[in-house]
């Protein structure tokens, strides 16, 4: 009975993959965190919290986060650019899961 049900089934059309899919990648969750603690971040300052990442990284996981609807990019028409990044409310929806994340981290760091 189970292996029938495995069988019809397709991980793919799973709630759990669309979630995957989204926030998969190695900085897409970072950037998502960095937006929860701080709101409303500049790139630079994105780029500074999360130093490991190149430019070409960030850039492209912002803009999927923003094709996803997960980040709203507002540009304002100056000189130098200014770009900020937020939380869209779909965004700000995960953000339960990824605080269930840090707590279930915070609590087993230390415990292998």
């Known amino acids: ?15 759990f993959s669309y979630t995957l899919s989204l926030i998969s990648g190695k900085y897409k969750m970072v950037i998502l965190y960095c937006l929860m603690e701080f ?44 770009v900020e990044y937020s939380l869209s409310p779909k965004g700000q929806s ?4 990824l605080d ?3 707590i279930w981290g915070e609590r087993y760091k230390d415990h292998p």
Do not use: A, W
């Open 1 to 15: 009975m189970i292996k029938d049900y495995i069988e019809k089934s397709n991980f793919e059309d799973t709630g």
């Open 39 to 82: 709101g409303v971040v500049r790139y630079n300052e994105l780029k500074r919290y999360i130093k490991s990442i190149s430019h070409k990284t960030l850039s492209h996981s912002l803009k999927e986060l923003e094709k996803d609807n997960l980040v709203i990019r507002n540009e304002y028409p100056q000189i130098p650019p200014k």
């Open 94 to 97: 995960l953000m339960e899961i």
């Open 100 to 102: 269930q994340l840090c």
